[in-house]
């Protein structure tokens, strides 16, 4: 079945569901600077997708990565 999707659909979300973070949205969640969110992505944490010069990363193990973290 195909179905047609609008770029509104797409740009909030509704209509998929993500499994990628972009490093800015990392920084954001973690409260830290867009340079460290790129080391942590560097250091092995967590999946990292690179498409070209992009990077995404998984969110699944992020979130698995964030959830296991000790305060």
Do not use: H, P
Request: glycine share 4%; charged share 30%.
């Amino acid at each position: 079945m195909i179905t047609d999707y609008s770029t509104d659909d797409i740009a909030s979300n509704e209509a998929i569901d993500r499994r990628t973070y972009t490093v800015t949205e990392i920084a954001t969640i973690l409260q830290i600077g867009r340079s460290k969110a790129y080391e942590l992505c560097n250091e092995g944490f967590f999946r990292i997708i690179r498409i070209g010069r992009s990077v995404r990363i998984s969110k699944s193990s992020f979130d698995d990565w964030f959830d296991n973290q000790n305060n």
